[in-house]
């Protein structure tokens, strides 16, 4: 089941992404979830260079009001100063909203890898959301015997969970 | 002193500004005001759970105020920022739906006002995602996805008070029947309301109406609430009739701007 849905094509492909700027991009850390790069998180929209030699990055924010927002755009800009491009703008892209269907696969692993439970359903179907989440796998035995303790958690993304067969808490990656 | 004085006067002559900055600041408002009171809660919230509940939902809240409040002040393009909308206010200037500036009382009431604006504001962004005006569905496109998690949440407590204990029971009805008679302006429409579903900008209340009562009755259905009478009561923070709870709240939410005029960090 879960490795079904890491197979799955999540991941929109960024129109327009020059392939340089986005192996910068995978080194530059979400500063709440160090575990996943910027790219994983599927919130960069795209990454070019103008005719006049400027940097664009396109970044959609995760949740309106995360405090993440402004360290990721700013940290965006130092890794591509560092590489060398003097000249970058960092562009917030509202539309269409960031989805968590967006996270890539590889994102998904690394997620558990680090102890997050990665989003469980998909948004396609968004009044499904209403209803009492699905089950959750905990990420660290993998059993579908988890309870939900919390709607909310940590960070605006995510809930806290606990597993009742390996006993531990875990966090879980919102749908949204 | 004479220098706060002057901003005060500055910014606070709201008069003519076009139809469409007043209907976002609307918007802007509910979310910012309701932002305020769910902050309230922070440090004595009944469980560490509704602390980050409540405060999570306030912070949703506070992002989308801003989507609206920049786009606001972009409308009236007389080159005030989304800071001083927010801060540098008169009261009366204020559009925020009376509903949300209702003080918190017990955790069931704070619920009660939350499941009701909640409810309202998902139908309403699932409506406006088709505007006329590509920035107001583009902020209610982002904005849904938050109010569905919102109302999802505070329909659950509301179940659960409602179903729950005698006391839990008893409360909840009571702070639904409190809340209850601020709805009446959600759906009332007024001149402004009129004139943005002419211009295909916003959806009739009536249809949103509809939407937001089959959820209402069914979530109270569960909850084992009995939906109060219409009242005949009507308020109308949205044309910035305001109770005196909005000026306590505004005093706490202005104080450094008003202390330290353009402070900054």
């Known amino acids: ?176 | 002193m004479t220098e706060l004085a002057g901003t005060i006067i500055a910014v606070g002559s709201d008069a003519p500004a076009g139809p469409r900055f007043r209907y976002v600041l609307r918007l802007a408002d509910t979310s910012l005001i309701l932002a305020q009171r769910l902050g309230e809660w922070s440090g004595k919230a009944p469980a560490l759970e509704e602390e980050l509940g409540l405060a999570n939902t306030a912070l949703d809240l506070l992002g989308q105020a801003r989507l609206f409040l920049n786009y606001a002040a972009e409308l009236e393009g007389r080159g005030r920022t989304e800071d001083e909308l927010a801060f540098l206010r008169e009261q009366s200037a204020y559009l925020n739906f009376a509903l949300v500036e209702q003080p918190n009382g017990d955790f069931a009431q704070t619920i009660a006002r939350q499941f009701l604006i909640d409810t309202f504001l998902l139908e309403l962004y699932e409506a406006l995602q088709h505007s006329a005006d590509a920035r107001l569905a583009e902020i209610a496109a982002k904005a849904v996805k938050e109010a569905r998690y919102h109302a999802r949440y505070s329909a659950g407590w509301l179940i659960r008070l409602g179903d729950g204990t005698d006391e839990s029971h008893m409360r909840s009805q009571r702070a639904l029947d409190t809340m209850w008679p601020f709805v009446r302006e959600l759906f009332d429409a007024d001149e402004l309301d009129a004139q943005m579903v002419n211009a295909k900008i916003a959806p009739p209340l009536d249809a949103i109406e509809r939407l937001w009562s089959v959820r209402i009755d069914e979530v109270l259905r569960q909850a084992m609430l009995k939906r109060p009478a219409t009242a005949p009561f009507k308020w109308y923070g949205k044309r910035g009739e305001h109770g005196e709870h909005l000026g306590y709240l505004l005093a706490d939410l202005q104080y450094m701007q008003r202390a330290y005029p353009g402070a900054s960090w």
């Open chain 1, 1 to 176: 089941m879960q490795a079904e849905a890491d197979a799955a094509p999540l991941a929109v492909a960024p129109a327009g992404s020059d392939p340089r700027l986005h192996a910068i991009l995978d080194t530059v850390l979400d500063p709440e979830i160090p575990a996943l790069s910027v790219t994983d998180l599927g919130i960069v929209r795209f990454a070019r260079q103008t005719a006049s030699g400027q940097v664009q990055v396109g970044v959609s924010p995760t949740y309106s009001g995360c405090p993440a927002t402004q360290i990721i755009k700013s940290s965006i800009a130092a890794a591509l100063h560092l590489a060398g491009f003097s000249d970058v703008a960092v562009i917030e892209v509202l539309a269409p909203p960031w989805t968590s269907d967006w996270i890539t696969a590889n994102g998904r692993r690394k997620l558990r890898a680090y102890g997050i439970a990665p989003p469980a359903e998909s948004v396609a179907t968004p009044r499904r959301l209403l209803q009492t989440a699905l089950d959750v796998a905990c990420p660290r035995c993998a059993s579908t015997a988890t309870d939900r303790l919390s709607e909310f958690g940590s960070t605006p993304c995510k809930a806290l969970y606990r597993c009742t067969n390996c006993l531990e808490p875990f966090d879980y990656f919102k749908c949204i």
